[in-house]
């Protein structure tokens, strides 16, 4: 029992964490002319490190690492709101039964978006170059080819995200998995993201609290300030906690891992909309300019708690839930 | 990262369940009073000849010597099996005043106190707060007169739980009488049948006396009852606090989760004024929902706090998040009941038996206020935990 990161696992974090912020700094996501997507070379250099295929078998060309690695992958992708393409991207690898195109999901030479229903139809999210998109659902997953239909762009109010429409025509399968397990690494990694989310939300506000000077002190040294920080860092604790749980749960396959992911999204959904909304207001003016990162993470917060168990359908499943004593 | 039990810890589970299924008590705790006390230090003198009393503590000094997660594992199965709560008038001895006493106490402290902690022979209170000390408790101003046999105590203390039961008291007083704040403070093991105590105790709202106003009039306590040094009392203090939000709460987190179900299954049963069932309305099976994942991530922050302090060696700063999660996650589902509840939840004659849930909802204000008030605890979280510039 040993419920943190340990040993090879925070060197893990630690080599994303430096990646990353040199890969997707949150400054790519300001201005007007920002664009959401990865770019070919940007998919080449996480092809590269081996990001796309973490929990892959070894046999299919993956690195065979736990949901623990996953999970802490992700978190550090959601600090710097990541696109889900990466999410989508690795999930896809695992749906492909096909070695060529599992091959090319891994190199980053084919994209895939992420399908998500809107209606009797679907949205796109990601990319607009996929060709492919990957929809998932708890007991089934399906990987479509998108480049038969027509899509149109929405205009999407997180910039990190691509949005589409599908307008025409119906995608074409090219491959299915019924293995749950596609589902629960999308909800682990969508969960992780938020936890980075609610992290990044907090580290912004405590160190512009530190050098922000009001009536003559520090911010920081208002009750008004500290006690709403101290309630940011309790949400971010409570899912980040139960996050460790859920990756563990199912890195050892246990029964109720299910109802460990779905405690785990709800926590993080709430630390990161709420963090980051919390974040705006202590910044006051500033929180609400373009040029400031804060309103980046609500945005993409938005967006992530609705992907794999929006409030409404984790709510309700934990209600009836058991856990395994 | 992982949540499997080692063998060892598995096995030791399994004896703890199997020895509390034949040995917890048929008949519940009664509900205050001495037969309360009477009922705690019985239980205490069974756990102690069985090899249960301390588990965490040193062997040393009489304890298991085992792991912080094998007290974890005790806490859950105490909470299962139904036992008698950790949380009793044994509670400040075994979680203060004992390893206060193992940090800072002489050979001749330990040699006496210790056992008789352990077996529940000496039950302790706690004499800190005083009605112009609380959160801010290096204002205290009680005072200490040091001549050359005794410390001579003169002063007030406030909301002692259990003064009236407890055989000795930790007593934090100010023994240079020009000093301020936290300095000039010394920490003394005071015997409640010194002449010159006199314990007078607080009606709360909870319609019980479980807290007490102290008085001390020119009580001699003898100077080999000093614990550290005089004049250095606050460091001991500190390393009192320092033991108090732990891993204590895991028992809790059980209880709040099995109440969490047990107010679900209410819910199912109660109809509202509309005559709907409580658990058709969707913003209250979205609360109960909520709070079941709330106290899923107690149980989570208490394993991962465990897990940092394996690997620092040192407790972390989060104890403070902790209490503020757990009382706050209490506050919340006695609310949430009240709404489902309608007009029995304002009933109310005191007895905790025939009125659990008015109880608990009193109760969650005597939670969020004692031990470091919610307000505190974020102020020590703003402190510690996240560096914040300080104005106090």
């Known amino acids: 029992m040993f419920l943190a990161p340990d040993g090879s696992e925070i060197e893990i974090a630690d080599t994303a964490a430096r990646f990353l912020s040199r890969a997707i700094p949150l400054d790519r996501l300001h201005g007007r002319g920002a664009s959401p997507a990865l770019s070919a070379d940007l998919r080449a250099d996480f092809a590269a490190m081996g990001w796309f295929g973490l929990v892959l078998p070894e046999a299919d060309g993956g690195s065979g690492l736990s949901a623990v690695e996953y999970a802490l992958f992700y978190r550090?992708?959601?600090?710097?709101?990541?696109?889900?393409?990466?999410?989508?991207?690795?999930?896809?690898?695992?749906v492909s039964d096909d070695g060529r195109l599992r091959g090319a999901l891994l190199a980053g030479e084919q994209w895939v978006a992420l399908a998500v229903e809107d209606g009797p139809g679907l949205r796109l999210l990601g990319s607009h170059d996929a060709a492919l998109a990957l929809h998932v659902e708890r007991d089934a997953a399906r990987l479509l080819d998108v480049s038969v239909v027509e899509t149109a762009a929405r205009p999407s109010l997180d910039p990190a995200t691509g949005m589409r429409a599908i307008v025409c025509g119906t995608p074409r399968t090219v491959a299915v998995s019924s293995d749950g397990d596609v589902w629960n690494l999308g909800q682990l990694g969508v969960a992780a993201m938020q936890v980075g989310v609610a992290e990044s939300a907090l580290a912004l506000i405590v160190e512009y609290a530190k050098v922000r000077e009001t009536f003559g002190r520090k911010?920081?040294?208002?009750?008004?300030?500290?006690?709403?920080?101290?309630?940011?860092?309790?949400?971010?604790?409570?899912?980040?906690?139960?996050?460790?749980?859920?990756?563990a749960a199912l890195k050892e396959c246990r029964s109720d891992a299910h109802v460990h992911l779905d405690a785990a999204k709800h926590l993080a959904n709430r630390a990161a909309v709420v963090n980051a909304d919390v974040d705006i207001q202590l910044h006051g003016g500033i929180g609400v300019t373009e040029e400031h990162h804060a309103h980046l993470l609500l945005k993409h917060g938005l967006l992530l708690a609705r992907l794999f168990g929006s409030k409404r359908t984790l709510l309700a499943r934990l209600l009836h839930a058991e856990l395994e004593v | 990262m992982d949540l499997r039990y080692s063998e060892e810890d598995a096995a030791f589970r399994a004896r703890a369940r199997a020895w509390l299924q034949t040995h917890v008590p048929p008949s519940p705790r009664p509900p205050r009073g001495r037969a309360a006390a009477d009922f705690d230090r019985a239980w205490q003198r069974k756990l102690y000849e069985h090899g249960w009393a301390?588990?965490?503590?040193?062997?040393?000094?009489?304890?298991r010597g085992l792991s912080a997660l094998q007290q974890v594992i005790w806490y859950e199965e105490l909470a299962r099996a139904h036992a008698p709560h950790h949380i009793n008038t044994t509670y400040v001895g075994l979680m203060h005043?004992?390893?206060?006493?193992?940090?800072?106490?002489?050979?001749?402290?330990?040699?006496?106190?210790l056992p008789r902690i352990l077996s529940g022979e000496a039950l302790w209170c706690q004499g800190f707060s005083e009605p112009n000390a609380g959160s801010d408790l290096a204002s205290l101003t009680t005072r200490g007169v040091v001549d050359a046999t005794d410390v001579v105590v003169t002063g007030v203390k406030m909301w002692t739980t259990d003064a009236q039961h407890a055989d000795f008291q930790e007593l934090l007083v100010r023994t240079d009488p020009g000093s301020q704040r936290h300095h000039g403070l010394t920490w003394l093991i005071c015997d409640m049948r010194s002449p010159g105590v006199e314990i007078r105790p607080i009606t709360t709202m909870l319609l019980d006396e479980h807290v007490n106003t102290v008085?001390?009039?020119e009580v001699r306590i003898p100077r080999a009852n000093v614990v550290g040094e005089i004049g250095d009392g606050w460091s001991t203090a500190l390393a009192t606090l320092s033991f108090e939000r732990g891993t204590g709460f895991i028992g809790d987190q059980l209880e709040l989760y099995e109440r969490v179900q047990r107010a679900i299954g209410l819910a199912k049963q109660v109809r509202l004024e509309d005559g709907r069932l409580a658990i058709d309305h969707d913003d209250i099976a979205e609360r109960l929902a909520s709070l079941k994942a709330d106290t899923m991530a107690i149980r989570a922050m208490t394993l991962a706090s465990i897990a940092e302090a394996d690997r620092t060696g040192v407790p972390g700063p989060k104890s403070s998040l902790m209490k503020l999660m757990v009382t706050s996650t209490h506050k919340a589902l006695s609310e949430l009941v009240g709404d489902i509840l309608g007009w029995e939840f304002l009933e109310f004659d005191g007895d905790r038996a025939s009125h659990p849930w008015t109880w608990d909802f009193l109760w969650s204000w005597v939670f969020t206020i004692a031990g470091g008030t919610s307000e505190i605890q974020r102020e020590i979280t703003a402190d510690r935990l996240l560096g914040l510039p300080r104005a106090r």
Not at chain 1, 219 to 246: F, K, N, P
């Open chain 2, 97 to 113: 005043a004992g390893p206060t006493l193992i940090a800072r106490g002489t050979d001749e402290q330990k040699a006496y106190h």
């Open chain 2, 215 to 217: 008085f001390y009039n």
């Open chain 2, 54 to 63: 301390g588990i965490a503590w040193p062997k040393e000094y009489g304890g």
């Open chain 1, 76 to 94: 550090e992708v959601g600090r710097h709101c990541g696109p889900v393409d990466i999410l989508a991207q690795g999930l896809a690898a695992m």
């Open chain 1, 219 to 247: 911010i920081g040294t208002y009750q008004a300030v500290r006690h709403a920080c101290a309630d940011m860092a309790l949400r971010g604790e409570a899912a980040r906690c139960q996050l460790w749980s859920a990756a």
